[in-house]
């Protein structure tokens, strides 16, 4: 036996171990302002200016998330949050999946310059439209509108649109063609293919788009900052960010971290739940680019 | 594409004609209007003087890109704008490479976990990440500094977002650390597409780890090193100054501008509107070149498999 057969083995196992090391550490590092968050939201005003910021709560203070829930509204702005994503996703999906499908399956004169401008328009900078769509929505009478978010969000520099177009024309030229020419022999109209057959079959398509966009909707803070500047079409980050503003007045840290906790909760519930298709639809989409 | 194009349906007769304008045209009404539109009208408004008030526009040609020139906070923003590219590009891929290619290479048992929970500050809204690491700088409360404590005699003060020293440093470790795991899921695939075989090749040859991450993962994974290089530094250019926002408002003395923020705050703290415009603009044509550039520093000959 040679000096470096036996050395192989017991040197990975250390290697291994100096890893893990560092996997552990980084988890912990992800993990715990987290966890602390939620702690800090029970916890009362006191044991936060203590200093002592790692301590247990002393008692739990679920009072903290009905005090920001309502009176801080931000029982309104979630449900501002919540139809303003509802209202992106279901237009930009419908908007995405029709265009996507002509795009994936038919031929005709300026399709290349359609698929190229829905491409390149991923690359302009959201922050080129901030001044133009505010005063694009004044115009159209849609500023402090949740229409008007639903709008940008869907259709405007954002960019969600062109996601969905992208990742689904590349499911849609994944089914085999054989699907419509059957469709067709029966007597199917070309609507007919595509409810009955082509959308059905791009259901897990529509998931991974809808939920990763979903994430950004939610999550997006600037466009409704800039377009809402009327309390009552406040959603959950522009209601964050107004509260922390406020805090060099008045100092109420457990609300404000009840307020993370109320915008994190959601998402990460849907993250457990659609790990799978979050983690996944971004590999897929980032081979094919 | 070509290829593609031959096996697609003909659009023959008017009732599919029909079927096809139904399908495309919505979409691209409603794109032209909210996206196409807005770009025109922000180049179109960069050229005039006016500040988003009912009074009347002026013309005034290119005098806000000479504007540009003279400003000298511009310098700065866009200094700093390169700043955060250059670090978080560095930090964000050197972590996201080593935990590739550690949870690929060593075949954990608890790859799916670390996967899951490095993935995890990525779905969280960059407000919250704001605010929470705000509080981690806070002087007097936060987390940092009550660490930091622990290892002196006297409690330690620093004003890490006040100070004109450190305010810079200190957005880059939220900036990092939420983005890490995107890319390092980004690099988990490329190099799950790497046949084993090659590996097991190399090892027979007597090639170290470090050897084969050097001859074999690094250049089979270089197009989406690549690519993610020019994505960190195009969503930095046109998201760092969310962080900015909340975390420093441009400050202390636009210590900490970027040129975002101060597009933010020329159209809608000081309705200058077009010079706001102008800026985006700006912030358009500095993607664009650096994409440009950053193509052919990075370019390899690409390797076939």
């Known amino acids: 036996m040679n000096e470096l057969s036996i050395n192989r083995p017991r040197r990975r196992i250390v290697s291994k171990t100096i ?29 936060v ?21 309502n009176r801080a509204h931000f029982g309104d702005y979630f449900f501002n949050s919540l139809i303003v994503t509802v209202g992106s996703i279901a237009l930009s999906m419908a908007l995405a999946a029709t265009t996507a499908y002509i795009l994936a399956r038919f031929r005709f004169k300026g399709r290349g310059l359609l698929y190229f401008a829905y491409i390149a328009s991923m690359m302009i900078p959201t922050t080129l439209g901030l001044i133009p769509l505010f005063f694009l929505l004044s115009d159209l009478q849609l500023d402090n509108t949740l229409t008007g978010l639903v709008l940008v969000y869907s259709v405007g520099t954002i960019g969600i649109l062109p996601f969905a177009i992208f990742f689904l024309i590349g499911f849609y030229q994944s089914l085999p063609k054989e699907l419509e020419e059957a469709a067709t022999i029966d007597g199917c109209t070309d609507y007919g293919i595509f409810f009955r057959i082509m959308l059905p079959l791009s259901k897990p398509g529509l998931i991974t788009v809808g939920i990763m966009n979903t994430l950004t909707v939610w999550n997006e803070y600037i466009m409704a900052t800039v377009l809402t500047n009327n309390p009552e079409k406040y959603t959950v980050p522009v209601g964050i960010a107004i509260m922390q503003a406020e805090m060099q007045y008045r100092t109420e840290w457990g609300p404000l971290f009840a307020g993370l906790a109320i915008s994190m909760l959601p998402v990460i519930l849907m993250y457990m739940i659609y790990q799978r298709q979050i983690t996944g639809g971004l590999t897929a989409g980032a081979l094919k680019g | 594409m070509a290829a593609m194009t031959k ?10 004609k029909l079927f096809m304008a139904s399908f495309l045209l919505p979409t691209f009404v409603l794109f032209s209007v909210f996206t196409i539109y807005p770009l025109l009208r922000g180049l179109y408004l960069s050229f005039f003087d006016w500040s988003g008030g009912s009074e009347t526009m002026s013309f005034i040609g290119m005098d806000n890109y000479k504007e540009l020139f003279t400003d000298p906070i511009i310098p700065t923003a866009i200094a700093n704008d390169y700043f955060l590219i250059f670090w978080k590009v560095i930090l964000i891929l050197l972590f996201a490479v080593f935990f590739a290619v550690a949870l690929t290479r060593l075949k954990l048992k608890e790859y799916g976990f670390y996967r899951v929970v490095f993935f995890l500050p990525n779905i969280i809204s960059v407000v919250v990440i704001g605010v929470l690491w705000s509080f981690i700088y806070n002087p007097s409360l936060g987390f940092l500094n009550a660490f930091l404590s622990l290892f002196t005699d006297t409690p330690v003060t620093t004003n890490w977002l006040g100070s004109a020293g450190s305010a810079i440093w200190s957005l880059l470790p939220p900036s990092v650390w939420a983005g890490i795991g995107f890319y390092m899921l980004l690099i988990i695939a490329s190099i799950l597409a790497i046949p084993s075989s090659l590996y097991e090749a190399a ?21 989406q090193f690549k690519t993610s290089v020019i994505h960190i530094t195009i969503t930095t250019l046109n998201g760092s100054f969310i962080i900015v926002k909340l975390m420093t408002e441009g400050g202390p003395d636009n210590q900490t501008q970027v040129l975002g923020y101060y597009l933010y705050q020329m159209g809608f703290k000081q309705f200058h509107m077009s010079y706001g ?23 390899r000959e690409t390797i076939e498999m």
Not at chain 1, 50 to 69: M, Q
Not at chain 2, 7 to 16: F, G, Q, T
């Open chain 2, 7 to 16: 096996k697609l349906r003909p659009a023959s007769s008017w009732r599919r």
């Open chain 1, 49 to 69: 200016m203590l200093g002592k910021p790692w301590d247990l709560p002393s008692a739990l203070r679920f009072e903290n998330y009905s005090n920001v829930w």
């Open chain 1, 19 to 47: 890893v893990r090391f560092f996997l552990l550490l980084w988890s912990a590092v992800v993990l715990y302002p987290v966890i602390w968050t939620f702690l800090t939201s029970l916890k009362d005003n006191q044991m």
């Open chain 2, 277 to 299: 415009a102008t800026i985006g603009v700006l912030i358009l044509i500095l993607s664009l070149l650096t994409t440009l550039i950053l193509q052919r520093i990075l370019h």
């Open chain 2, 203 to 223: 090892s027979i040859d007597g090639a170290g780890e470090w050897k084969q991450f050097t001859t074999i993962t690094m250049p089979l994974i270089w197009e």
